[in-house]
């Protein structure tokens, strides 16, 4: 793990990248950032989590680090005591966790429950649609307080990388660690007053199979009785309506995605 810190003082603000070491988005755009040599006005932390896995550039060595906290510093397991180190080094801090989606292109964002870190800060991000993860985040670092994650987009894409620096430019700026000039940054900050909500329900269970399509559209609307997938030529027909969440025919082993419902917005 690395830990880069600016600004003078205790950071009460943190951007994680990295966690994955098959998803590069975060440490690049954390990179990029680094390269501006922003002039902070509050202290911050940047981490890069999983140095080993990045370098071998898979998901992880011995065990997913996003399943895996709080950890435990005596674990024979590298990401179990890797979650411990993490963990403590947000500690205290107002947290932004990069990672990426093999579903959808456009950055989303992800929290545990939306409470009021997420109304203070996910309208200030571009991105335009959150995902509530509520009991389905055993072992993730968005357990802890005043943490949020951020999808930034296709995995390995230069677009994910684009996506991630806006992200933690637009970041900073809303944490107050450093503000940015409209008349400077390549991006437009968003202009609107809230950001829908999907909070999850279920996985889509993925039969075993050898080809796999999926025929909606992540966040749009599957009424009962419509094809929303198909195994092996066999179609799958949703029984009860729903909105399909990180779907995709590869991205997961065992699931397609998630079932989701509309929860209404954060303002």
Request: overall charge negative; hydrophobic content about 40%; proline content about 8%.
């Amino acid at each position: 793990m690395e830990v880069i810190e600016l600004g003078e003082g205790t950071p009460e603000v943190a951007v994680v990248g990295g966690i994955h070491g098959d998803e590069p988005c975060g440490p690049l755009a954390i990179e990029r950032v680094l390269a501006d040599e922003p002039a902070v006005e509050r202290p911050v932390k940047f981490i890069i989590a999983n140095e080993e896995a990045l370098a071998e550039n898979v998901r992880y060595l011995e065990a997913d680090l996003n399943r895996a906290f709080p950890g435990d510093p005596e674990s024979p397991v590298h990401e179990i005591r890797l979650a411990h180190d993490v963990a403590r080094e947000i500690q205290g801090c107002t947290t932004l966790a990069l990672h990426s989606t093999q579903s959808y292109a456009a950055p989303i964002g992800v929290i545990k429950s939306v409470d009021e870190v997420a109304r203070a800060i996910y309208p200030r991000l571009p991105v335009d649609v959150i995902i509530e993860t509520d009991e389905h985040t055993d072992g993730r670092l968005i357990e802890y307080p005043h943490t949020i994650e951020v999808e930034c987009g296709l995995q390995g894409s230069d677009a994910a990388v684009e996506n991630g620096y806006d992200l933690v430019r637009a970041f900073l700026a809303a944490t107050g660690v450093c503000p940015i000039d409209p008349a400077e940054t390549r991006f437009e900050l968003p202009d609107r007053e809230e950001v829908e909500v999907f909070r999850l329900e279920a996985p889509i269970p993925k039969p075993d199979g050898d080809h796999y399509e999926v025929f909606a559209k992540n966040f749009r609307k599957v009424d009962a009785g419509q094809a929303f997938a198909s195994v092996d030529g066999e179609t799958l027909v949703a029984d009860r309506p729903f909105y399909p969440v990180l779907l995709s025919p590869y991205g997961y082993q065992s699931i397609f995605g998630y079932i989701s419902q509309r929860a209404g917005t954060v303002e």
